[in-house]
């Protein structure tokens, strides 16, 4: 029994991922030439993505690779009802995450690990620290495939309120409903260290402090000093910048 059950999780994470043909139960011909590096990098600002190798087929070595999984996700099935994904766009996924997160879970040190390499000439690791607590759902210290679906699903196929409310959870970082001036500057100072000090033009060191400013000027409507969920999505809605680059999301998958 034991067996069987066994074979039957390694059918469905073989399904997941693509490996596997439900129809003639050999593994598949079809290649995914996208790694998780390239698709996550879409999302972020100020970043183009970076040529990746394209993910080899070998059944040997997924059978290897799928026995030392700590962490197998839902059923393709279930995923596919709980997010905007395809089941091909979801196999796509998750032979790139499995690349990039054997173990099937990832943990914050090794997310800004990956996440260092998309900007060698900065710090990214306030900023990864951020994004890795918005993808961190369940506040278990750790993010699954199934925590970066969802997320991304919210991000690329949402609707512009959906959007604009894990948005604004990436910035209410302590959670009380809220956007105050020193989390915003928390942020900003994130996003300019991880950009680095050699950039064209350069970027003064007062500049996040004023990014700031600007923000609260725009969306604090009631000049109470913070900006509640209400007057973010408004005021974003009624900015033409910020919905044409919400639009940007639209076609990455």
């Known amino acids: 029994m034991k067996a069987k ?11 997941l991922d693509g490996s596997y043909d439900q129809l003639t139960g050999n593994p598949s011909t079809s290649q995914s030439k996208i790694s998780i ?23 040997v070595e997924d059978d290897f690779e799928l026995s030392t999984v700590c962490h197998r996700p839902e059923s393709m099935d279930k995923l596919q009802e709980q997010t905007k994904f395809t089941k091909k766009e979801l196999q796509v996924l998750y032979r ?31 900023y990864a620290h951020f994004l890795f607590e918005a993808f961190d759902t369940d506040k278990n210290g750790s993010v699954s495939f199934e925590d970066f679906v969802f ?13 604009l409310n894990w948005a604004f959870n990436l910035y209410d970082l302590n959670k009380d409903g809220c956007i105050t001036k020193e989390e915003m500057l928390d942020i900003m100072k994130s996003i ?62």
Not at 6 to 11: I, N
Not at 151 to 163: F, P, Q
């Open 5 to 15: 059950n066994r074979d039957q999780s390694l059918s469905d994470s073989r399904e």
């Open 37 to 59: 590096k390239q698709r996550f990098l879409k999302l972020l600002p100020c970043c183009q993505p970076s040529a990746v190798p394209s993910i080899s087929q070998n059944s």
């Open 96 to 126: 790139g995450f499995k690349n990039e997160c054997p173990s099937g879970v990832v943990n914050e040190e090794n997310f800004k690990n990956i996440y260092s390499q998309f900007f060698p000439q900065g710090d990214s690791s306030m």
């Open 151 to 163: 997320g991304l699903s919210i991000i690329l196929r949402g609707t512009i309120n959906d959007r």
């Open 192 to 253: 300019y260290d991880m950009m680095g000090k050699y950039t064209y033009p350069t970027m003064q060191d007062d500049a996040p402090r004023d990014h700031v400013e600007t923000f609260f000027q725009k969306m604090d409507r009631n000049k109470d000093g913070v900006v509640t969920i209400e007057e973010f999505i408004e005021s974003c809605k009624k900015d033409e910048n910020i919905m044409q680059s919400m639009q940007l999301f639209d076609n990455v998958i």
